[in-house]
């Protein structure tokens, strides 16, 4: 199972990005995905997760300025970010609860990791 993360970039206070991160591979099932986020020095940190079910959960740090969404038939998870503010720069990592077919072991994947700067 590979994730591939997209959408990082360069952006001003105020400004909105979309990240996507799509799962392939031998795929039997994907539980919950979600987006994660590291600064220098710092623990990786949850922004958002989804579970299968569509239940969202996210950080107070973005509640109401970001949006965590994914797409089913695409295994494909997505972060709106809105109102963006410096300190939301940081590597933003996705990663998925996936069973890779042929087994009955669910694991955690990652992806590699996509910058995202919020700067004027």
């Known amino acids: 199972v590979q994730l591939q993360a997209s959408g990082g970039g360069l952006v001003q206070p105020g400004g909105s990005l979309r990240l996507s991160c799509a799962a392939s591979?031998?795929?039997?099932?994907?539980?919950?995905m979600g987006w994660y986020r590291q600064t220098p020095g710092k623990q990786r940190e949850l922004v958002a997760a989804?579970?299968?079910?569509?239940?969202?959960n996210h950080a107070d740090s973005v509640k109401g300025r970001f949006t965590i969404s994914r797409d089913y038939d695409k295994n494909t998870v997505y972060l709106q970010m809105n109102s963006l503010k410096p300190e939301d720069t940081a590597v933003y990592y996705c990663?998925?609860?996936?069973?890779?077919?042929?087994?009955?072991?669910?694991?955690?994947?990652w992806g590699q990791g996509t910058q995202v700067t919020v700067s004027s």
């Open positions: 990663n998925a609860e996936a069973i890779p077919r042929g087994t009955i072991d669910e694991c955690t994947y």
């Open positions: 591979g031998s795929i039997f099932s994907i539980n919950g």
């Open positions: 989804i579970t299968r079910g569509g239940r969202t």
